[in-house]
Nanobody, 118 residues
Framework: VQLVESGGGLVQPGGSLRLSCAASGFTFGNYDINWVRQAPGKGPEWVSC???????????YYADSVKGRFTISRTNVKNTMDLQMNSLKPEDTAVYYC?????????WGQGTQVTVSS
């Protein structure tokens, strides 16, 4: 199982970034895939979830802190999931991880750094 995030970087407040998560080694469409972030000195914060399309047709869910600004999407034929982040704020600064739980354990990627600063 492998999850590889990309797309992070430095952006000014109000700017946009698009993160991607490339998955391999498991049946992508069978699992909810999450974006989770961790800011310096803080614990992990759930950001968004794309629910398993093979189970319930797929849905998108968001933390209140990002609702209306972030959009999650997945492309099952490519085993990829994206997070479009708009109207970024300094408090969005964090390492962003894609993650899923297979019923026994959590799997995580290596993360991608997002820094929102002027």
């Amino acid at each position: 199982v492998q999850l590889v995030e990309s797309g992070g970087g430095l952006v000014q407040p109000g700017g946009s970034l698009r993160l991607s998560c490339a998955a391999s080694g498991f049946t992508f469409g069978n699992y909810d895939i999450n974006w989770v972030r961790q800011a310096p000195g803080k614990g992990p914060e759930w950001v968004s979830c794309s629910s398993a399309p093979n189970r319930d047709g797929g849905g998108a869910y968001y933390a209140d802190s990002v609702k209306g600004r972030f959009t999650i999407s997945r492309t099952n034929v490519k085993n990829t999931m994206d997070l479009q982040m708009n109207s970024l704020k300094p408090e969005d600064t964090a390492v962003y991880y894609c993650s899923f739980y297979d019923g026994l354990r959590n799997f995580w990627g290596q993360g991608t750094q997002v820094t929102v600063s002027s």
